[in-house]
């Protein structure tokens, strides 16, 4: 493998420790409701969205959504676009979006905007890390870790497609503005 091992940023103990402790708030918090309905964000958020769905005992649905933004890895190149939309009729249910990670805040605006406008019962989200600078303001509802402005790759999320089932989260070097490797 020509790439170098990205450093440790987030520890495979230290996710699974958070994913318990939010598995266990949003147990809490959805006490009281019949069924939540969980929306993955692909690709990124796939392994986060399988360990919270089995630290949870709440009666759930699985469902996924692709969306577009960045190309060509890592690179911004315009606005967000759904290419896979839920096959659930998400009205009057209660709907989680599970997504990888928060930066600019254009990714879950958009979502909440266009879930929103689907009438669901409640709709939050569910983030795995945060960046430190977001575009658009955006209130996360359930939070993993806050990390520094690095790429990070690992745990579902990808540099140019690769990395993406490292264990941990780990930050990539050099910075994503130089030729993949
Ligand atoms: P936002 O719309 O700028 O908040 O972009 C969030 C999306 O960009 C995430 O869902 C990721 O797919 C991608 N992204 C942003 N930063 C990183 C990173 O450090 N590693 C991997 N993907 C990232
Ligand atoms: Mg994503």
Not at 13 to 41: K, M, S
Not at 112 to 117: K, M, R
Not at 144 to 160: N, S
């Amino acid at each position: 493998m020509g790439a170098t091992q990205p450093r440790v940023l987030v520890s495979e103990e230290d996710i699974r420790r958070r994913v318990t402790e939010l598995a266990a708030t949003i147990e809490r918090d959805y006490a009281g409701a019949d069924e939540i309905v969980l929306l993955g964000v692909l690709r990124g958020a796939f392994i986060f969205l399988a360990d919270l769905a089995r630290a949870l005992s709440v009666p759930r649905r699985i469902d996924f959504i692709a969306l577009s933004s960045y190309e060509n890895g890592s690179t911004f190149a315009g606005g967000v676009r759904l290419i896979m939309d839920s096959r659930i009729n998400v009205t009057g249910r209660h709907v989680l979006i599970v997504e990888d990670i928060l930066d600019s805040g254009r990714t879950l605006a958009y979502l909440l905007e266009t879930f929103e406008a689907r009438h669901p019962a409640s709709l939050r989200s569910c983030v795995l890390v945060r960046k430190p600078h977001q575009e658009v303001p955006i209130e996360v509802d359930y939070l993993g870790f806050d990390i520094p402005d690095d790429w990070v790759v690992g745990y579902g999320l990808d540099y140019g497609d690769h990395f993406r089932a490292l264990p941990y989260i780990g930050v990539v070097d050099p910075a994503p503005e130089a030729d993949v490797p």
